[in-house]
C-alpha cells in the first residue's frame, strides 16, 4: 500500500485559510514557513511542494482576495444612472470588506497600494469604478479626473471600512457614516449636479 498524499488540495486549502487568518492579525515578518505549515497541521516540506515557500503562499492570498472582490464589485447591475451605480459599488465594496475582514486585512493592509492610474487589468477590482466614472464623466454628472475621483472614492471606503473591522464604530454609526460621507464625497465631484440620497432605496 502506497504512502497516504500530504500535498492535496485539502492541505492546500487549509495552508491558504491559516494564513490568510495569520497575516491579517500578525505582522508578515513575525510569520515563518514552520508556524503557517503548524497552523494547518501539516510539514514546512508540504508548503514548499505547494507553494515554493511564503511569498508564493502570499501571493496566492492576495490573488484570492482579488478575485473575490472583482467578483462581487462585477456582479453590481448597470444602470441609467452613473452616481447610482458608484452608490451601489461603494455598498459592495463595504459589504465584501465586513463579510471578509481577513481577506480585506491582507489585501488593503499596510504594504498594498491602490493605483488607477497604472494599467488596469481584466480581473483588477477597481475595473467597475473606473467604468462607472467613465460613464459619469461622459454624462456630465461628475467633473474631473477618472485618477482623483478613483482615489478620493477609494480613500473614503477604505478609511470607513478600516475604522469598521477596528470596532471603531457600531452598526448603526457605521451605516449612517457610510451614507452621509459617501454622498458627500459624491457631491464634491458633482459640481450643479443634485445628488440624490441613494442611501435612503438601499
Known amino acids: ?14 495552508l491558504v485559510e491559516s494564513a490568510t487568518e495569520m497575516f491579517a492579525t500578525r505582522p508578515r515578518e513575525s510569520i515563518t514557513v514552520r508556524a ?16 515554493d515557500g511564503k511569498d508564493a503562499l502570499i501571493g496566492e492570498v ?8 472583482f467578483r462581487d464589485l462585477s456582479a453590481v447591475p448597470t444602470s441609467a444612472d ?14 465584501w470588506g465586513r463579510e471578509h475582514s481577513h481577506l480585506y486585512t491582507v489585501l488593503f493592509g499596510g504594504v498594498q497600494t491602490f493605483d488607477p492610474s497604472g494599467t488596469v487589468g481584466a480581473g483588477d477590482p477597481v475595473r467597475p469604478l473606473i467604468a462607472a466614472i ?4 461622459s454624462a456630465s454628472v461628475l467633473a474631473g479626473d477618472t485618477t482623483s475621483i478613483a482615489l478620493s472614492i ?9 475604522l469598521e473591522l477596528a470596532g ?22 458633482t459640481p450643479g449636479v443634485p445628488v440624490l440620497d441613494y442611501g435612503s432605496k438601499s
Open 1 to 14: 500500500m502506497g504512502r497516504p498524499r500530504t500535498n492535496d488540495d485539502t492541505v492546500k486549502e487549509r
Open 36 to 51: 503557517l505549515a503548524a497552523a494547518a497541521g501539516t510539514s514546512t516540506a508540504a508548503l514548499y511542494s505547494l507553494f
Open 62 to 69: 492576495r490573488n484570492r482576495a482579488v478575485v473575490g472582490l
Open 82 to 95: 452613473p452616481l447610482a451605480d458608484l452608490y451601489a459599488l461603494a455598498v459592495a465594496y463595504r459589504r
Open 134 to 137: 467613465d460613464r459619469g464623466l
Open 154 to 162: 477609494w480613500v473614503t471606503l477604505h478609511g470607513l471600512v478600516t
Open 168 to 189: 471603531a464604530l457600531d452598526a448603526a454609526t457605521g451605516e449612517a457614516t457610510f451614507r452621509s460621507t459617501f454622498l458627500a464625497t459624491l457631491r464634491g465631484w
